[in-house]
């Protein structure tokens, strides 16, 4: 099972609701890839014992781990948080979730500038690139369980758009006419 996504509508309505267009316009795992979102399906049930996350976390280093429980209750100043997270920002570094419970919208913006939301549930591992610009919601399920994951000690800091000088967004810019540059020029 794979995860869904599409081309968002532009209605100004909350957040939390799916906004799909009508009809529907889905993104394919292939398109994501072209923007270098890469993503996983796990089982989220024995992420401990789980030989594939551990494969991913080495080959890619991400020796740092923590838990985000995202739900009223338990996180302090929760409705800033949220404004922020939704706030459309890249980071330095890359972004990487795996959704142990619950789900949640990752928004990303594609090369036209066009949002595509992304749906992740439970087993659902993304990784959105430095420099991508993105924004992140609860859905109506108000609940998700996020592991983070990271090379070395965690920067958190996001950089509100517009960032066109922000040398994560130029790398991120310049990486994308290489991903497309060389399927063409093969041909
Ligand atoms: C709640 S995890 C995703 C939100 C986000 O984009 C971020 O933390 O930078
Ligand atoms: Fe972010």
Same mark, same amino acid.
């Given at each position: 099972?794979?995860?869904?996504?599409w081309?968002?509508?532009?209605?100004?309505?909350?957040?939390?609701?799916p906004?799909q267009?009508?009809?529907?316009?889905?993104?394919?795992?292939?398109h994501?890839a072209?923007?270098?979102?890469l993503?996983w399906?796990?089982n989220?049930k024995?992420?401990?014992?789980d030989?594939?996350?551990?494969?991913?976390?080495e080959?890619r280093g $991400?020796?740092?781990?923590? %838990?985000l429980?995202?739900?009223? !209750?338990? /996180?302090a100043?929760f409705?800033?948080?949220?404004r922020?997270?939704?706030?459309?920002?890249?980071h330095a570094?890359e972004e990487i979730?795996?959704?142990l419970?619950?789900s949640?919208?990752?928004?990303?913006?594609d090369?036209?500038?066009?949002w595509?939301?992304?749906?992740i549930?439970a087993g659902d591992?993304i990784?959105?690139?430095?420099?991508?610009?993105?924004?992140?919601t609860?859905d109506?399920? $108000?609940?998700?369980?996020l %592991?983070?994951l990271?090379?070395? !000690?965690? /920067?958190?800091?996001a950089?509100?758009r517009?960032q066109?000088?922000?040398?994560?967004r130029?790398?991120y810019v310049?990486s994308?006419t290489?991903r497309?540059g060389?399927?063409?020029?093969a041909?």
């Open positions: 099972m794979a995860i869904e996504a081309f968002t509508d532009e209605r100004n309505e909350d957040q939390r609701f906004h267009r009508k009809p529907n316009e889905p993104v394919s795992l292939d994501l072209e923007l270098g979102v993503y399906h796990l989220p024995d992420y401990e014992n030989e594939e996350l551990k494969k991913i976390r080959a $991400y020796n740092y781990m923590d %838990m429980d995202l739900r009223p !209750e338990n /996180v100043n409705e800033e948080k949220l922020n997270f939704y706030t459309e920002h890249i570094d979730r795996y959704c419970e619950g949640a919208y990752f928004d990303v913006r090369k036209e500038d066009r595509i939301r992304i749906w549930k591992l990784i959105l690139p430095a420099g991508i610009y993105h924004r992140f609860l109506t399920s $108000y609940y998700v369980r %592991m983070r990271f090379v070395g !000690e965690p /920067v958190w800091t950089y509100n517009p066109d000088d922000h040398p994560a130029e790398e310049k994308l290489e497309v060389v399927p063409l020029a041909n």
